[in-house]
């Protein structure tokens, strides 16, 4: 088992091209120290809530928690015709690989030899929470120019699809759009705001492809994955 886990970090640290630094003189992300602890009574980004119902004259409960909605960009530099995707560490997602190699929630610091941090981190679509009054369009085209430094009008970003995330969980509402940039378009290097360390990844249309190919290992969210399964079905050139 340690000896997998030891190949996907490899998997995911490396073999992608990336852009250049990130700005502010940030570095990219080093995660020296990891720890696990129960959630606090109050959280800043969850809510626990606890459902009762009756279905069919027998009463169930179901513990779910609200999130925030969101919105997902999938961006395609038609410049070069190389997909755009956005590389960063996730909690949740090292949580998840790593948990079920201890009996109960560790009390220590993680071994980050044993357990490298690249495990937790993802290759997806340009996304951001719903957090601001504004429309969900203007929100997208706001995260556009932060993650991955594109400025562009939004009349250029068009409407995909929405849908729900977390259908077991929190059934949240995720927007997804989809934009064509060009260098041009290009103003900084991205990389998120405030304490974010993201950092912008492009593929060609032949690397993205495989990460929907049968038999596929990815690091990504279904918003992720469907968006691409989208744009090859909908944007890709001909010849793609």
Same mark, same amino acid.
């Given at each position: 088992?340690l000896k997998s886990l ?32 129960? /959630? ?29 909605? &969101? ?25 998840? /690989? ?36 504004? &429309?969900?369009?203007e929100i997208a085209r ?16 068009e409407e995909v699809m ?42 060609? /249309? ?35």
């Amino acid at each position: 088992m340690l000896k997998s886990l030891a190949a996907l970090a490899l998997r995911y640290s490396s073999g992608y091209s990336s852009n250049a630094k990130l700005p502010h003189g940030q570095q990219l992300s080093n995660v020296t120290k990891i720890c696990f602890s129960p /959630l606090p009574e109050v959280s800043k980004w969850l809510v626990p809530v606890q459902v009762q119902y009756i279905e069919n004259g027998k009463t169930k409960m179901y513990d779910i928690f609200k999130v925030q909605d &969101s919105v997902s960009i999938v961006l395609y530099n038609i410049s070069r015709q190389k997909l755009l995707f956005v590389r960063q560490f996730r909690p949740a997602v090292y949580y998840g /690989l790593i948990i079920n190699n201890f009996r109960e929630l560790p009390k220590e610091d993680i071994d980050l030899m044993q357990y490298p941090y690249e495990l937790g981190m993802t290759l997806e679509s340009c996304a951001g929470m719903v957090d601001k009054d504004k &429309s969900l369009a203007e929100i997208a085209r706001e995260e556009v120019f932060e993650e991955c430094g594109y400025d562009v009008s939004v009349d250029r970003i068009e409407e995909v699809m929405n849908y729900r995330s977390g259908v077991g969980s929190s059934g949240a509402k995720q927007a997804m759009y989809y934009c064509e940039v060009t260098d041009a378009d290009k103003v900084n290097s991205g990389g998120g705001v405030e304490d974010e360390l993201i950092e912008v990844v492009e593929l060609s /249309l032949d690397e993205a492809k495989k990460m929907v190919q049968q038999g596929a290992v990815n690091n990504s969210p279904p918003s992720c994955l469907m968006g691409l399964l989208w744009f090859f079905a909908n944007k890709a050139p001909a010849n793609a």
